[in-house]
């Protein structure tokens, strides 16, 4: 080859040079580790940091490749972390809590919604004005519901055979009709759609009855906890980046629910998702913290109700490190 004709190909031999190393530096899907969440309900905004955290690559800077299991009424969250089928699992505080008493290995390493979600949802012209009235009624609770409704209840001295619990019940007729007056729901979701639908509802809901219940608790198995400490840091990590992004740019993350259900309704997610956030950050606490004050007191309405073992502490369930070391290692928007 000649001298001019070397010169001429040299630059253009070290910028692919410099490219293809670049790209061997770079983690390549095959390199990143496998993840799976359960989440606690089917696809929908309330995971919206889960898949700003994918989308936005969070998930790969910290070298793993996450999926998601839509979750819902029929599947048991617990049970799948358990078995293996998902590293992480998403489920309310209580559920999580009365899983730990079963003597269930489980801990909690994040806390997304500060407040709860959970609510009780009439028709407006209902003679149903609190939980006191819903003896001798149906209630549609599914399994991520039932907990915090027989706290409540309990907490005002009704038994739970004084009302009757339909799990599986997902017919709104049934509730414009009447034939099953109260509705467990999440607030900041099926009420929009009701009122969408052109009938007004009223909200009970269990904070104004002295129940307290974080919501979309992040939790994963002992064994991993205690031996891959590294996995949780790296998975909290980018899930608490991913629900800063979703505060920054909430119309394009709730506009990611179309990715893993093309169904969706855009703008119902989005007024899902504005409903939502300041359930996750209400002052006070930030996200993915856990709020001592809270946990503390659902611990000891569910023993004084007899619905946990008495002895059980918060910080036997719960490990804020990763929680704890974001803060602590994270420069946090207007720092």
Known sequence: MHLRNLRAILPVMIAVFLFLAACGSQPGQGDLREVTVQLRWYHQASAAGHYTAAEQGFYADQGLAVSFLPG???????????????QFGVTNADTFIQAVGEGKPLVAVAVIFQRSPLGFMVLEDS????????????????????????????????????????????????????????????????????????????????????VHTPGDVIFT?????????????????????????????????????????????????????????????????????????????MLADLVRYGQLPAGLKWQQMCDPQAVENYYRLKVMPGE
């Open 127 to 210: 003679p149903i004005r609190s939980p006191r009235d819903f003896v001798g009624k149906k209630i549609r609770a599914p399994l991520p519901i039932q907990q915090t409704l027989r706290t409540m209840m309990a907490k005002l001295g009704i038994g739970p055979d004084q009302y009757t619990i339909l799990p599986n019940e997902n017919d709104l007729q049934h509730f414009y009709d009447g034939s099953v007056e109260v509705w467990g729901v999440f607030v900041n979701n099926l009420p929009n759609q009701v009122r969408k639908a052109g009938y007004e509802v009223r909200l009970i809901l269990p904070d104004d009855y002295g």
């Open 221 to 297: 198995t002992r064994e991993i906890n205690d031996h891959d400490p590294d996995l949780v840091q790296r998975f909290v990590f980018a899930t608490l980046d991913g629900w800063y992004q979703v505060f920054e740019h909430p119309e394009e993350a709730a506009a990611l629910v179309g990715k893993y259900r093309p169904e969706f309704d855009a703008q119902h997610e989005l007024q899902f998702l504005l409903t939502s956030l300041p359930l996750i950050n209400p002052g006070g606490v930030r996200v993915g913290d856990f709020d001592a004050q809270v946990w503390e007191a």
């Open 72 to 86: 819902g009424p029929e599947v048991d969250v617990i049970q799948q972390v358990l078995s293996g089928k998902a």
